[in-house]
């Protein structure tokens, strides 16, 4: 079935999209760029023009035009009496993946697979006569590898028992599982705002209604923090309190503490994604623990994590912790989804966990390099850029020096260089001033993106439309 949008989801979702003049190429601009990111789906039906341009204080001939631009350009088609459909994308645009082999993709903040990989793959193929004897159905996942998570837990100070462990298709596949279990429609959920934004879609699919709580290079908003528990009543917050994706800000233990005794106060149940959380970069700052014993005593924690940051994205192996009651509500509702992780990743997955030392460390080296260029180039070359420090994770979050994140990204991929913009990262809208730039790349790719951007934003600039002087700032 075809889904539909309504004028108001659309103007929330196109953030600030006044990025150029003539104002209808500017709109179907940022409409294109909604059908790159795969936040519209294909076969979406789009709002009738006139409910449109009464959302966005346009005229109708405005947003008529613009409709007409995404037409020719293959991103929609309109039938007389049915109204705007988006379109599956041309064959180059598939997935949010450059194509061509001089390009740069930075939209996946994941660094290429760890050099051993493929070793530890061949030896466990020795092993495949063992692997095809058993059945490969199995939602809950191996002894071995939940052993092998759950003593990692352990040795972290977190005692775990293999019964609190459940082996996941990564760590997407763990968010939507908790998310169909835990939420019902209309519940609320507390999430960080910018974030991770497959989860925000994960609990929207659930029927949640999404409760953001900002959060920036600097820190959370712990005010909004804790008004947004006590207000709200939420089922679960979201969170990634270890080197948070976008912005690689960790938590404090004054902010793990607020924000955690808020949760228990209000019943919350807590969601710590850790899937960034060993990524430390400079010496002794990995990820801490959430919470310390006496708040944990009394909090309700689920922590998920996965391979895909640390090991290789393709190696889809993720896992939750919770105590055994939910992993078993988990168990009974995970087949509606898949029938387990497969065997072979998971057998993988259990000859790596003992080597992660090692394998942190040659990642801790890759990363830092990757900052160091992309901090670096960015600095020499866009000076009035805000550019960050962050002691680790995956990317940067820089503030560009005018609200036009959207049509910086969409000038950059003319010239084979596919970012996402701010607003893919925002809860309710905004962020339009932000850019994430993954330093996952190698650092000639990282200093081609640079030149890129640096060649690009004055023109960008320099077509947005102006009011006194300024830079307008869509408000929506």
């Avoid at 309109?78 to 997935?95: K, N, Q, Y």
């Avoid at 938590?251 to 503490?257: D, G, I, N, T, V």
């Avoid at 896992?319 to 072979?344: K, N, Q, Y």
């Avoid at 040659?362 to 960050?388: F, I, M, Y």
Wanted: hydrophobic fraction near 45%; glycine fraction near 8%; aromatic fraction near 4%.
């Amino acid at each position: 079935m075809d889904s539909r949008l309504t004028a108001r989801a659309l103007a929330a979702a196109l953030g600030g999209w006044r990025t150029r003049e003539p104002a209808y190429e500017a709109l179907a601009d940022g409409i294109r760029l909604l059908c790159l990111d795969n936040r519209l789906a294909p076969r979406t039906a789009l709002p009738a023009e006139r409910e449109l341009a009464g959302a966005l204080g346009l005229s109708r001939t405005t947003v008529a035009t613009a409709y007409r631009s995404l037409r020719d350009t293959g991103h929609i088609e309109s039938v007389r009496g049915s109204g705007s459909m988006t379109l599956p994308l041309r064959r180059r645009e598939l997935g949010r993946v450059a194509v061509d082999e001089d390009d740069i993709d930075l939209q996946q903040a994941s660094p290429a697979a760890w050099p051993g990989l493929a070793g530890v793959m061949s030896e466990t193929a020795l092993d495949a006569a063992s692997l095809v004897a058993r059945s490969g159905y199995d939602v809950l996942g191996s002894l071995e590898l939940r052993s092998a998570v759950a003593a990692r837990f352990t040795r972290r100070g977190i005692e775990t028992s293999v019964d609190q462990i459940m082996i996941t298709t990564g760590a997407q596949a763990a968010i939507h599982l908790l998310a169909s279990v835990l939420m019902h429609r209309g519940d609320r959920a507390v999430i960080e705002t910018p974030t991770y934004p497959h989860a925000a879609e994960a609990l929207r699919e659930a029927g949640a209604r999404l409760v953001g709580v900002p959060v920036t290079t600097e820190g959370w908003d712990l005010d909004r923090a804790v008004q947004a528990f006590a207000r709200t009543s939420p089922t679960l917050a979201y969170l990634m309190p270890s080197f948070q994706n976008p912005t690689g800000r960790s938590m404090s233990a004054h902010e793990q503490s607020v924000i955690a005794q808020a949760a228990v106060r209000a019943g919350a149940t807590l969601v710590i994604d850790e899937t960034t959380a060993e990524l430390a970069i400079d010496p002794r700052l990995a990820g801490a623990t959430f919470v310390d014993a006496s708040v944990s005593a009394h909090a309700d924690i689920i922590r998920l994590g996965s391979l895909g940051k640390t090991v290789w994205g393709g190696l889809r192996v993720g896992w939750i912790r919770a105590d055994p009651e939910l992993i078993r509500r988990l168990v009974a509702a995970r087949p509606r989804r898949d029938l387990g992780t497969p065997e072979f990743e998971q057998a993988v997955a259990a000859r790596l966990l003992p080597v992660m030392p090692e394998i942190l460390v040659q990642r801790s080296a890759l990363l830092r390099e990757g900052r160091d260029t992309l901090t670096a180039a960015l600095r020499c070359e866009l000076p009035g850029w805000r550019v960050p420090h962050v002691p680790g994770g995956v990317a940067l979050w820089v503030e560009l020096d005018a609200p036009l994140s959207s049509g910086l990204v969409l000038a950059a991929r003319a010239h084979g260089v596919y970012l996402s913009a701010g607003s893919r990262f925002a809860v309710d809208g905004g962020h339009d001033r932000h850019l994430r730039i993954p330093f996952t790349a190698p650092a000639d790719q990282l200093r081609r993106a640079v030149d890129v951007l640096a060649r690009v934003w004055p023109t960008v600039r320099a077509a947005a439309p102006v009011s006194g002087g300024e830079l307008l700032e869509a408000v929506i």
